[in-house]
Structure formats: C-alpha cells, structure tokens
C-alpha cells in the first residue's frame, strides 16, 4: 500500500520544488504566495507544513531563521508523506545592513549549496521576501531550482499601469463570483488608482454593496467606490469639464480649504489638473474632427464606451507625440472617454482661449504677486462662464 501522500507526491514531482516570490509590492508577494502555499498543501496533503517567520532586524534573527529553515528541511514529516516549508517575509536577501553582515552573508552561501544538494522527494520551499539582491549566489540559486516571480509596485509612470490594475481587479472578482461591465471597470481602476491594496478594498465593499447581483455597474462604483488623493484632486477639472458652475465653486473651495491642512497641495497642483482636462477636451476636439471620433455618439446609450474604446483603438499610434502629455492615447481611456464627452460644452475656439488664460494664470501665480486663491477662482470662473446673448 502506498504512503499517505504518496500520488499527490508522484503527481507534482515533475513541478519546480522552490519558489521566490519577491518584490517591492508587499501586497503582490503576499497575496501571490498565500496562493501559492494554499496550492501546494491541497496538492501533497498531509498535515505537517511548515510557516517560518522570516523577517530580521539584526544578523542574529536572520542567523536563527536560518537555522530553523535547515532544521525543517531536514525534518521528515511525522506523519510520512510531503510537506511545504513557506519561509515568509523573509528581509535579508536584499543588500541592507542584516544582509551584508559577515555572518549572514555567508550562512545565505552555504544555504545555496544545500539547497543544490538537496534531495526534494516530498519537499517544497516557498519563500516570500521584500526587493531581493539578484546578484547572490542564493538568489541564483533559487531561480536555477525553480521559479521566481517578482511584484513591483504600480506606477503612473508605467503605461500599462491601468490594465494590471484591471486584470487583478478581474481576478479578485471572479473569485467573488462577481461580473463587472466594462465601464464600471475602468471607471473603478481611474478612481482607486496604482494601488492594489486598495483596489482589492474597494471591491470587497462593492461585492457587498452588490448583494445577490452577479454585475457590478458603474452607478455601483459611483456611490461605494472611495475616491483616492489622485482622483480627489481632479474634482475641479471634472466640475470644469461639465460646465456647472455652482459645483465648480464648491468642489474649489474644498480643495483650498484642505490646503490649509495639507501642505503637499497647492493652487499650482490644481491648476496644472484643470490644464490636463482642458489639454483632453482639445484632443477629443481634434480626434472627432479628424474622424477618429464618432461626433454624433450617444452617451446615454449602454455600449457606447465599448464604442468609443474601440474607435480610440483605431487612432494612428504616430498621429500624437509620445510625451505623455500631449498624447491622448498614453491617457487612461475612461478619462479621455470622459474628457469626450464634456467638450461638447464648449466649442473649440473657447477651450483654445480657456489655455491662454491658463497660461496667464499660471504665470501670475508663479511671480507671487497675487493672492493665489482669487487668481485660481477668477480663472475657473471666465473660463466656465457661459457668454449671455446681448
């Protein structure tokens, strides 16, 4: 009769017996390697897995860590069968003052050369760590045996930020069980923004919010969905973008009112946002004049930002500069979706003149010579208001 464990054993022999997931994402690696270690203990079974806590602040913790990972290697299950070792959170395979210690520099050598040696019938090794030394033997190593998989943190200087966003959105939800329509989608990743904490957040209290319904739509988003700094301080460029005055007004004097707390905002920042709304309402402007944008789109109607995304999609990749800033397509489509539909309120003569008095605006509030607040408030209001038939 075979051993307890032993198909489940045969079964994954051919599978990389180590894994590396390492990374400045902390949210990634853990997520990714709770995963990971949930897989592998339902595929060998049995009950006597192994978590070491990993994370040192001195040569000493590390060293003890060390030692305990040897000592569970060597430890055959009590039960017979396999077992997974997770040697999580481990803080000293990066370069840092612990990792550089004499000591620990050279247990972490001669922990590669076991680990070459080892025999894995029935073993596998997990490992969870921070940023990690790629040029140590160890991390050499571990790639060779197995496999390495790295999270780095989103960015918004990462073109392709938006779509992992909304990939491990995706992800998430389907594990919920949930659906999601495409605009809720990106309206979702434009407000949370690069962070992935966040966003699985976000979408556990949109699973709730939902109830019985399997779609999450974008009014769901719209009343659960908490607003991150990013998206909070395009509020005013939204409200400019629409026209409303009175929204306008309160949507600025809250930011100004926060500015009074938060030393990292300033009217500059605010400016600069309503000039990169104003920027995209003029290329929207442009892209429908040259055909690219379907002037006539009903915005009412439930496909038209699949429509619109597949029109965008068609826009010559050279017809914009690659600066980022003056090329609508490097934009997060619900944001230029958006920048689309608020350029009907204004024609283009007046979002060409909206940019000269941006640019005086800027200008004055620079030579600090003003009071920054009424030189902000007196722009948005010229800008906004609308011209009264004589």
């Keep these: 009769m075979p051993k307890p464990g032993a198909t489940a054993t045969a079964e994954s022999a051919a599978k990389p017996p180590v894994a590396l997931v390492c990374g400045e994402d902390e949210f990634g690696v853990k997520q990714r390697a709770r995963q990971l270690h949930q897989q592998w203990c339902a595929e060998l079974g049995g009950m006597d897995h192994e978590t070491i806590d990993a994370a040192a602040a001195n040569s000493g913790e590390a060293l003890r ?45 001669e922990m590669a050369q076991e680990l070459k040696a080892f025999r894995w019938d029935g073993v596998r090794l997990l490992i969870s760590a921070g940023k990690v030394d790629k040029r140590k033997a160890l991390f050499k190593t571990l790639d060779k045996l197995g496999r390495v998989e790295t999270f780095e943190p989103l960015s918004l200087d990462d073109r392709d930020w938006s779509a992992k966003a909304g990939a491990a959105a995706i992800r998430q939800l389907r594990a919920l069980k949930k659906d999601i329509s495409d605009q809720a989608l990106d309206g979702l990743v434009n407000l949370v923004g690069p962070n992935l904490r966040q966003l699985e957040s976000e979408i556990e209290k949109l699973a709730l919010y939902s109830g019985a319904r399997p779609r999450i739509e974008l009014a769901d988003v719209e009343v659960v969905v908490t607003r991150n700094k990013l998206a909070r301080a395009f509020a005013v460029a939204d409200a400019l973008g629409e026209r409303d005055l009175p929204r306008l007004f309160r949507t600025l004097d809250s930011e100004l009112w926060e500015m009074k707390f938060d030393k990292k905002k300033s009217e500059i920042g605010l400016l600069y ?9 003029l290329f929207a402007r442009e892209m429908t004049a040259a055909g690219w944008l379907d002037a006539k789109m009903d915005f009412n109607a439930g496909n038209a930002y699949a429509r619109f995304k597949s029109q965008l999609e068609r826009v010559p990749a050279g017809a914009f500069p690659e600066d980022r800033r003056f090329n609508p397509l490097g934009m997060h489509p619900f944001v230029v979706f958006g920048a689309f539909r608020q350029s009907r309120n204004y024609t283009s003569p007046e979002l060409v003149r909206a940019m000269d008095q941006l640019l005086e605006c800027n200008r004055r509030l620079v030579s600090g010579n003003s009071d920054d607040a009424l030189v902000l408030q007196h722009t948005l209001s010229q800008i906004a208001r609308k011209e009264t038939a004589a």
């Design 273 to 281: 946002g309503v000039i990169s709304k104003v920027r995209a309402m």
């Design 65 to 109: 860590s060390l030692g305990k990972l040897r000592e569970a290697m060597q430890t055959l299950p009590f039960f017979g069968g396999a077992k997974v070792i997770w040697f999580q959170n481990c803080s000293f395979l990066d370069d840092d003052r612990t990792a550089r210690a004499a000591a620990v520099s050279a247990a972490l050598g």
